[in-house]
C-alpha cells in the first residue's frame, strides 16, 4: 500500500536529560540529531512496516533541510513539495523516565498553500495521513482540503491526528474541530487532552485514542500497551501507533509503539 502523510519534516535536536536539569549550572545529556516531525515520523514507520511512504510538505532549504531530507530519504521515504526558507527545528527536552517537552520553531513546515499541491503527488495514494499540526495555520488549511480531495478522488481513506492541545487551544477548540469535520476523515487520532480539549470525539470515524504506558482506546476498544523493559523516550510514540494502525490495525500499532519508546527519537 502507498501511504502518504501531508503535515512536517523537522530537525529534531534531542536532549536526553541523565539527570534533572540544574539551574544555573551544567546538566548532563544524551544529545542527537534526527529526522522528524509528526507526518515524516509516520511514513518513516509505515515504511519500516512494509508498506510504501510518501511525505508531502514544505522543508526548508537551508542545512537543517538538508540534513532532515536526507534522514527520511534514508528511510526509504519519498519525499515532496516545496522548498525554500528555514526548515522547522524542534528541541526536544526527555526527562530521565522518558517524558519529553518540546521547544518549536516550525519554520517553514505550516506554510503549504493550496495551489502548491501537485496532483501527482496523490497519485497511486491508499491512505493520506494528516498532521492536526497542518490544520492549526487557517492559512494551510485550504493545502490540506485539496490533498484531501485528491486523495479521495485516488480512493484512498484519511485519517488526521489532533497533534496538539496547545495548537487547538490556540487555533479555538470549536473551530479546530468544524474543520476536522468538514474534512470527514476514516479516523481520527487523539490522546486525552486533546480529545478533552476538541469536545470528545466526532461522530462517524473511528475514534483511536492514545493513553501512553496504559495502552489505546480504538473505536472504543480498549488495549494495554505492550511491555517495554525501559522506556528511553516516548517521543513519536503516537506517530508509531498512527503507522502500525494504518498498515496493519491495532496489534501491529501497540507493537511498533514499543518498539519506539525503547529507543531515543521519534523514527525506526
Known amino acids: 500500500m502507498l501511504v502518504c502523510t501531508l503535515g512536517d519534516l523537522t530537525l529534531d535536536v ?10 544555573g549550572g551544567d546538566t548532563d545529556a544524551e544529545i542527537q540529531l534526527a529526522p522528524g516531525g509528526q507526518a ?4 518513516a514507520w509505515a515504511s519500516e512496516l512494509g508498506a510504501t511512504a510518501r511525505f508531502v ?7 537543517a533541510g538538508r540534513l532532515a531530507l536526507a534522514g527520511l530519504d534514508a528511510r526509504g521515504v519519498e519525499v515532496v513539495g516545496p522548498v525554500g526558507g528555514r526548515n522547522a527545528v524542534v528541541c526536544s527536552l526527555v526527562t530521565p523516565d522518558g517524558e519529553r517537552s518540546m521547544a518549536s520553531d516550525r519554520g517553514a513546515s505550516a506554510d503549504l498553500r493550496a495551489d502548491e499541491i501537485e496532483p501527482s503527488w496523490l497519485d497511486g495514494c491508499d491512505h493520506l495521513f494528516v498532521s492536526g499540526y497542518a490544520l492549526a495555520r487557517v492559512s494551510s488549511r485550504e493545502a490540506v482540503r485539496r490533498a484531501v480531495e485528491l486523495a479521495r478522488a485516488a480512493g484512498a481513506s484519511v485519517s488526521v491526528d489532533l497533534s496538539s492541545w496547545i495548537a ?22 487523539a490522546n486525552e487532552d486533546e480529545e478533552r480539549k476538541i469536545g470528545g470525539p466526532l461522530p462517524g470515524p473511528a475514534w483511536i485514542v492514545k493513553r501512553g504506558a496504559r495502552g489505546c482506546s480504538f473505536d472504543g476498544a480498549e488495549r494495554p500497551a505492550h511491555p517495554v ?9 503516537g506517530d508509531a501507533i498512527a503507522a502500525g494502525w494504518i498498515v496493519g490495525g491495532p496489534d501491529l500499532a501497540l507493537r511498533t509503539a ?10 525506526p
Not at 40 to 43: D, K
Not at 57 to 63: A, I, L, P, T, V
Not at 229 to 237: K, R, Y
Open 258 to 267: 514499543a518498539r519506539c519508546v525503547a529507543r531515543l527519537g521519534s523514527m
Open 229 to 237: 523493559e525501559h522506556v528511553v523516550d516516548a517521543t513519536g510514540a
Open 57 to 63: 510538505g514544505n522543508r526548508g532549504d537551508d542545512e
Open 40 to 43: 515524516a515520523n509516520v511514513a
Open 14 to 23: 534531542l536532549v536526553r536529560l541523565v539527570a534533572p536539569v540544574t539551574v
Open 168 to 189: 487547538i487551544r490556540d487555533a479555538g477548540p470549536a473551530a479546530f474541530r468544524e474543520v476536522v469535520e468538514e474534512l470527514a476523515p476514516d479516523a481520527v487520532f
